[in-house]
């Protein structure tokens, strides 16, 4: 049996492709090993979000060809958004690379592979965009209680600084039946909380050939007996309907737990970002979602230094914070991506200004973050016990239904169930606190 190793860097969507392809690889005989030096195949799955990702990437391909000169048998594969945009300059800027393969034939790396080890050939395999890609694939998972589940691939919004669209294509629903099968799979394995992933998965099954949406979808995985939670990343403003936030608030197996990403609290920027919405109207959206789900958690992301942002421009980024409850946003620098209209101009931020302005906005996310946790002290949250912390056996992580870390005092035996958990503690990150036993029964 060969092994291999994987590294998969950026979001969700590649930790998915990369378990699918590692599904696909175990068809062909090669089972994971955390240990690079172990390993027969290295592969690596790439994200091309900022260039910092793409320098990360070379810098551990530099380490691959070392390792290579050792044991020259060794095949290294680059999957994901870099191979999908640099095609053959990755070979060119390392040669030790044997396999290219992009976002919509990453299925055939198996058959890739073994082609190389046959004829001692590099290859490189890009398909189009608008290929569909295959559905149904074997996948390997960690185990757990938890799995991520792609509804939708790809991305037609084409934000001027994003990337996406020009690496992973138009999006494209999967049908709803190969999902429900994928999960009434996990559930039968032991799997009882699921996330469903798009860039825009609130888009879902518009497109189909039967139009469909994401709360029916959410409907008929709610009918899975077994299956305890489903939580779903990430939306767009202009998709996230009523219709599916009052689906969050009547199906109790479905997480009130909203990903909004608003990147920006001015509008000339969001209007130059080719956003499509306002900040008035996100904070109507905010207002709706209140509404209907009055403990709902808002999480969102945000980049600061969009070319041409200036000092005003950023304060409204702040400002947006003390506007809109936030759980959590995710931040970054605004980083230069190839073929995006933004990258394009002339009027960039220097690096300095972005790093400044990334420290404060920070700041400030940690700050909300924390006023958040602070309030669910003393309150009473629903917790999926996932096991023994990392540094001490007798304490219990979980996380709630809002998607905060918990940590509380058990033992094994609460493992893998739902259990309610007093809250006594709050980090700006995550909750401590206490196991109420009993637990009235939740799933
Ligand atoms: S919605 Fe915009 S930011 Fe999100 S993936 Fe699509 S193009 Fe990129």
Redesign the pocket.
Known sequence: MGKVFVKSFGCQMNLSDAERVVGLLGEDGYGPTPEVAEADLLLVNTCAIRERSEDKLFSLLGEWRQLKREKPDMVIAVMGCVAQAMKDEIRRRNPAVDVVVGTHNFHELPELVAEVRRTRQPITRIGRLRDAIPDDMPTRREGGLHAWVPVIYG?????T?????YT?GPYQSREPDAIVREVEGLVAEGYREVTLLG??VDRYGRELPEPTSLSALLRRLHAIEGLWRIRFL?S?PLDLDEDLVSTVAELPKVMEYFHV?I?AGCDRVLAEMK?GYTVAQYLEMVAMIRRIVPDATITGDLIVGFPGETDEDFEGTLALLDKVDFDLNNTAAYSPRPWTPAAKREDQVEDVIKAERLQRLNEKVTEGSHRNTRRQVGSVQEVLVEGPSSRNAAILTGRTRGNRVCYFPGGPEWVGRLVQVRITEARSFTLRGELLVPAPSLA
């Open positions: 991305c037609s919004y084409f934000c600084y994003c990337i996406v669209p992973r860039q825009t990430t767009h990403p990147q956003r």
